[in-house]
């Protein structure tokens, strides 16, 4: 098994620019969790989909950010446009809904932003 | 609403020594108690999980019980070693699918 997959690792782009962070889950689970991570606030949910429509994105910073997920195996998370402070590591997760299933994660993008 | 709390790290111990990093959550109804691990560089693993009271979970040298009555889940193992150097995470997971983690503890091993 592949595991969760994301692309890019790792990303260093300029203030102002377009950033598309990218997830693909294990096959077969059919919810996907975004997440972001960083030294000052944690761990934090950024959005969750169960069967490809988003549940709850309350954790979504501000406008500035968006996530789709057009099919059972591809998720994008983008940001537009982009700031330092936006600078963190990004993990996608999955797990097959259950009540508490285990969540399996990527090895995260490495976000950069000058 | 759901919270879980954990000691505050970093945790630094030697080679072989005792560890217990502490949990305890807030939740309504009957959670699903889980300890994530997170090596440098790399996303969180499962470590364990217990979906009911009493239950205890282990892996890998590690073990954790659910309490009911304490709302705890604490996280030992009875001999460390440096490749056990990493950040872990507590998490409760509830109605829909959703995790709540804890702040994380870093541990650290010395040889």
């Not at chain 2, 979906?51 to 659910?66: H, L, M, P, R, V």
Request: charged share 20%; with cysteine.
């Amino acid at each position: 098994d592949a595991g969760v997959i994301q692309s890019p690792r790792h990303e260093v782009t300029e203030m102002g620019q377009e950033v598309t962070l990218r997830c693909k889950p294990i096959s077969g689970h059919n919810s996907l969790f975004w997440y972001r991570q960083t030294m000052m606030r944690g761990l934090e949910l950024l959005i969750y989909f169960n069967n490809n429509v988003p549940i709850d994105d309350s954790g979504m910073p501000e406008d500035r950010f968006s996530a789709k997920m057009p099919n059972a195996s591809f998720s994008t998370l983008k940001i537009q446009p982009s700031e330092p402070r936006d600078s963190a590591v990004y993990f996608c997760a999955s797990s097959f809904r259950d009540r508490g299933e285990t969540q399996y994660f990527g090895p995260g993008t490495r976000l950069l932003v000058l | 609403g759901n919270s879980v709390t954990q000691m505050e790290g970093p945790v630094t111990l030697s080679e072989e020594a005792f560890l217990t990093i502490n949990c305890t959550y807030t939740a309504t109804g009957y959670p699903s108690l889980f300890w994530y691990v997170q090596y440098p560089g790399e996303g969180l693993q499962l470590l364990l999980k217990a979906t009911k009271a009493d239950d205890k979970g282990s892996n890998k040298g590690f073990e954790a019980t659910y309490r009911k009555e304490t709302t705890s889940f604490h996280l030992e193992k009875g001999s460390v070693q440096v490749s056990d150097s990493a950040v872990y995470f507590c998490a409760l997971g509830n109605a829909g699918n959703m995790l709540t983690f804890g702040g994380g503890t870093r541990l650290m091993v010395k040889p």
